[in-house]
């Protein structure tokens, strides 16, 4: 089962140094993303399903 990386922002809405710190955890490019927006269209939160390696 793959586990997920989350990253919420910090007041609510996520800034650019908070995606940014999303983006650079290292998880391959090639993986979708979920976001979750405020009302406002805002980034609350976003998502990336990550493959556990089990060494096979």
């Known amino acids: 089962m793959p586990a997920t990386l ?7 809405d996520m800034t650019l140094d908070e ?3 999303f983006v650079k955890a ?3 490019g090639g993986n979708p993303v979920r976001a979750e927006l405020s009302m ?5 939160e976003v ?10």
Do not use: H, M, Q, Y
């Open 47 to 56: 998502e990336i399903a990550i493959t556990e390696d089990d060494g096979r």
């Open 6 to 12: 989350k990253f919420t922002g910090e007041d609510n």
């Open 40 to 44: 406002s269209r805002k980034i609350k």
């Open 19 to 21: 995606l940014d710190e």
């Open 26 to 28: 290292g998880v391959p």
